[in-house]
């Protein structure tokens, strides 16, 4: 509930509001190319969402729209405070430092460092430091002051390290085997030691691995588990069991009564929670609770164990109990714990100067030579082992945890050759492979980086990419047999594609000077994104079905709009076009 302060604040805020599609970006922060993906998120405010997704790839600016994205909803009135996770702090910095020079005016908190100014309207956190802060942080009111966010795990992390290569370093030094020395980043070589893309080649599904259990939480879950098994008729007649069964359920109460409601983990599952603060809920679990306790509730409990060898060899024990209650196709999982737990209890066999390991010699003993005998051992006798032997496991720690194996290993030579020339070059027969191997390994260099990157070529321009078609790659027949009277430039724009940011370049003007409805962002966005990925659009395509359904184009820009945009889409396609010589 809002306080009455809060309301008012509110009201207030509301009627200094603008739309914020009357906001002009500031280009300075956000970069030429990219006011339509703000004006994008502005439209759906517009239309009352209130949240947006907006997807980048890395080094195309994230930052930067997200900075002009700041400054144009705070203009408008429309947020007071924000909040910027990333989930590393060397990020965090970064954007701290990026948003101090892009809004030199407003006051920033970074909570990963070491001066904090709680009261400053942009606020940069990892995602831990700041759930950590709301746990820890309340208004006089007794609320939370921040809400949670939650860190999305994808294998795209993998991509992301190779994209960081593509960001531009204009006015860095560079030196390099190809072109010497020169200034302003041209490539970056990616080292593949561990043959990281053959993997994702052949893994493209690959999803990335959980965080493992906690110790606790699996002792938690193994407790639960056997509590419900110990409710069954078997067990209800042996009263050993029964007392048994209910210090289990005690315990497992008492881990969900010491959980804290003030932590932003716990409030989040507290439906899952709430219900078993209740005693009497331990009584009969069943199969729904039993799933609930497992997967919602066993990830927040804690066992303040200070011996946590102690701890593991529960874990290990009540695994190996719950093997035994399952079926025959557990028996290897029988062994698996059997064999982990008696190699533990082993160790103990060198301790016996120690009085409390004697005590327990004849079942350590018995334990150690007969490897069947766990295996056999019903639950009762397993929690008396347990119980005998969990408090002595600390007197190994160190001690055959892991064998020390040391190699030496010797390549042979098989053929040794010297001062012949290394031939790097690959050999196609087929001239369009060829074709577009070299324009995509030159992508970003001479004429064919020109094209790409939407810049006019000229007449030198041309004739470089004659002598690369119909001369270093082939002869004039090769290029007419495969590619007809398709002019040069306009081939390259073809398999090169055009730009991600010179696409947005491209049509910024337009943008920032003709305010649009929802209705011709969308088509202007499809246009840019067809661009994008065909290189370039024909403005008499404009009336083919892809472009003029479910309205034709001359409907959605009417008068001079329409003209204006045409004016931007045949400017990308005449840069790559031959130039008229006999200008």
Sequence with gaps: MFSRADMERIMQRRKRETRPSTVPVDLNIAGKGRPYQIRAICDAIEQGQRRALLVMATGTGKTRVSAALTDVLMRANLVTNVLFLADRVTLVEQAASDYGEYLPNQSLCNMCGKKRDLTAPIVFSTYQTMVNAIDAQTDENGRQVFSPAHKVRSKIKFLQMIGRGTRRCDGLDCVDGLDGEYVDKRRFIIFDYCSNFAFFRTNPNTVDVSPADSLSEIVFKRKASIARTLQSAPYATDADMRAWRRELADDLHARVVELNDATAAVRLKRAAVEPFRERSRFDVISELDLHT?????????????????????????????????????????????????????SRLNDRMTLDPVLEQRELIERISSDSGYLVGADLKELECIRIALRSLIQYTVGEGGRRLIITDLSDSVTRRTEGEAFDMS??????????NRYINEHLNEGVIGKIHRNEPIDSNDYSILQHIFVEQLGTYEDYKATYADSPFGLLVRRIAKLDHTAAEEAFADFINKHPMNPQQTAFLHMIVAYIEANGYLDPSDLGKPRFSRPRSFTQLFPGGLALDLIVCIRRVMDNAKVPDFSK
């Design 293 to 345: 306790l497992v997967e919602d509730v066993a990830t927040l409990v804690h066992y303040d164990e200070s011996d946590e060898d102690a701890l593991r060899f529960d874990s290990l024990i009540y695994g190996l109990m719950l093997t035994r209650i399952k079926d025959e196709s557990s028996k290897r999982d029988s062994r698996f714990f059997a064999s982990r737990i008696r190699r533990s209890v």
């Design 426 to 435: 690959e050999h196609y027969e087929d001239y369009k492979l060829k074709v």
